[in-house]
């Protein structure tokens, strides 16, 4: 983040937050894991750790399938363990997934603040609806995942159609995300990002991404921004 976005962003009054879901509000790696591996058994594949599938989310869920099948979008059965995958997740997002701990309590305190708040995310659309109506539906009204008509992050469309959605302005708008895609997001999005270190990214990493701030607990987004 440049000083002067930094210098700009602590002038104002922040009116909205955008969060990426997976990895910041939701720790959704073992349904993920669940569901990758259960289509890889279906088709003969190797199965993964959690650890490994962490390394290889967060470019969205067809990059997903590709790094997670031999030969990746170059096999031929590409395509029918992508449609598999997002059959399978549909039915399955919500077994193991759960929102980090204080997640609730920061978002309830952004929406008695005034602050709004919306979500984006590269997994399918359906299932991003899904999650928020499962888990955030009373306190997050924007929530936007992959599509055929809007690009993946880290370009910035969903990001731009959850302000639209929300009145936004891009400055009185953060975006909170956990990994360097989100930090190219927030970047293409021309907004000032805020890290977390309780995802699917070591902290290290993170150090180096240049962030407005990195946050250790879902308080410290408060003291940030509120």
């Not at 289509?39 to 290889?56: A, D, L, R």
């Amino acid at each position: 983040m440049s000083q002067e976005l930094e210098q700009e962003t602590a002038k104002k009054k922040i009116q909205t937050v955008i969060f990426d879901l997976d990895g910041t509000l939701l720790n959704t790696i073992e349904d993920l894991t669940d569901s990758v591996n259960a289509v890889c058994t279906q088709y003969g594949y190797p199965v993964y750790p959690v650890e490994t599938i962490k390394s290889y989310v967060g470019n969205g869920i067809r990059k997903l399938i590709e790094r997670a099948i031999p030969q990746g979008a170059e096999n031929p059965q590409y395509e029918g363990v992508y449609e598999s995958f997002c059959a399978y997740y549909q039915k399955h997002c919500c077994v193991k997934t759960r929102p980090y701990d204080g997640i609730l309590t920061m978002l309830n305190t952004l929406k008695a603040q005034g602050i709004a708040v919306g979500i984006v995310s590269n997994k399918n659309h359906n299932a991003v609806v899904e999650l928020r109506d499962t888990f955030f539906k009373d306190v997050i009204p924007a929530a936007i995942g992959q599509s055929d008509t809007t690009r993946k992050k880290p370009a910035p469309d969903t990001v731009y159609e959850a302000m639209k959605q929300l009145g936004a302005q891009k400055e009185t708008t953060v975006y909170i995300g956990d990994s360097e895609v989100d930090k190219q997001t927030a970047d293409n999005a021309g907004l000032p990002c805020i890290l977390v270190s309780w995802g699917f990214r070591e902290r290290i990493a993170l150090e180096k991404l240049g962030a407005w701030g990195i946050a250790d607990t879902p308080q410290q987004i408060l003291e940030k921004i509120v």
